[in-house]
């Protein structure tokens, strides 16, 4: 999986398309500097839900 994934500026949910469906912007992804694990745990989750979402899973 190669995709990006986006984060809209506006509501901050996450999704894979440029523009988010309440109309936002979505920005790219920046790897937290500080890389607490915890952290990076919750955005692969995240991540997993968006990807089930676009493939109609959830
Ligand atoms: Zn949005």
Not at 3 to 31: D, F, Q, V, W
Request: a positive charge.
């Amino acid at each position: 999986m190669a995709r990006h994934i986006l984060k809209c500026e506006k509501c901050n949910i996450y999704t894979m398309s440029e523009t988010c469906k309440c109309g936002g912007k979505a920005i790219p992804i920046k790897p937290a500097k500080f890389s607490p694990k915890d952290s990076y745990g919750e955005y692969r989750r995240q991540v997993k839900k968006v990807e089930w979402k676009e493939k109609g899973l959830l």
